[in-house]
């Protein structure tokens, strides 16, 4: 059962600024306001990382995600003046969309809580062990020739390709 | 600690507000702001099953770091694409694209 202590609050502090920062995304009529709304969200997620004990996710989090990502939208928004003159927020299919993700959270939940396979949600939900895979060994593995070089590597020629490719997608091409 | 399934509710509930918000919303800017959300809620799924299944292994970890890669390019090309939309189109509605309509 959930003890009141520390983690617990913290748990569900970061849960109130996940969750309502994801509201506030989808129901936010100015667009910079769903922005700042996304760095709350992104924010309560990096501190579960942190609970989680993975902090070197949690700065990642804080650094691409917020520092990189939410910046972005928010130079497209202003580039795009996509916060004004926008006569309805949501299309004319809202509550089709509104009852697939309610429908959809509570297939999830209740297939968390109430697993076909193992444990149930209640039971065997703590951690196997305290010993925890450090930084280091994320750095290793990330350039160790037997785990994950390959993949490092394709994924710094997809972020090459994707750079490239914004410049050339959003290049004004009416002046050449 | 907190149990697992309460971090799989917060990131379910995290996820099918980003599907409300992709599938309801008009303005392409908002849309890719879902999607973001989506790809966090997956994070935290993926980070939570790793600190409670196998945490001495690295593979979770390692996961999310390309999660986080695949957000990033998806963020910077998305937005590219908008701008140019908005370049031809002047607008950033999703229903005023419709060049490749049948």
Request: glycine share 8%; with cysteine.
């Amino acid at each position: 059962m959930l003890q009141l202590n520390v983690q617990t609050i913290a748990f569900f502090i970061f849960a109130i600024f996940a969750l309502g920062g994801a509201l506030g995304v989808v129901t936010s009529r100015n667009l910079i306001h769903g922005a700042l709304y996304l760095i709350v969200s992104l924010f309560g997620g990096a501190g579960f990382f942190v609970l989680l004990s993975a902090p070197f996710i949690a700065v990642v989090q804080v650094l691409v995600y917020i520092g990189a990502i939410a910046i972005l939208i928010i130079f497209a928004v202003m580039l795009t003046r996509s916060m004004t003159g926008m006569r309805e927020l949501f299309n004319s299919q809202w509550w089709v969309s509104a009852l697939v993700g309610v429908l959809l959270f509570i297939l999830l939940a209740v297939a968390v809580i109430f697993p076909m396979w193992g444990n149930s949600g209640s039971e065997g939900s703590q951690p196997k062990s305290d010993q925890v895979a450090t930084t280091q060994d994320l750095g290793v593995a990330l350039v160790d020739g037997n785990q994950y070089v390959l993949p490092f590597e394709v994924a710094s020629l997809l972020l090459t390709g994707a750079m490239i490719g914004a410049i050339v997608i959003a290049r004004d091409t009416t002046e050449d | 600690m907190v149990p697992l399934y309460m971090y799989l509710l917060v990131a379910a509930g995290m996820f099918c507000i980003g599907v409300y918000g992709v599938l309801a919303r008009r303005n392409a800017v908002a849309i890719l702001m879902s999607v973001e959300l989506m790809l966090s809620a997956v994070n935290i799924n993926l980070i939570a099953f790793w600190r409670y299944g196998a945490p001495t292994l690295i593979a979770g970890q390692v996961f999310a770091a390309f999660v986080f890669v695949i957000a990033a390019a998806e963020a910077s090309v998305g937005l590219a694409i908008i701008i140019s939309i908005y370049r031809t189109r002047r607008s950033v509605t999703v229903e005023d694209v419709n060049l490749l309509k049948g």
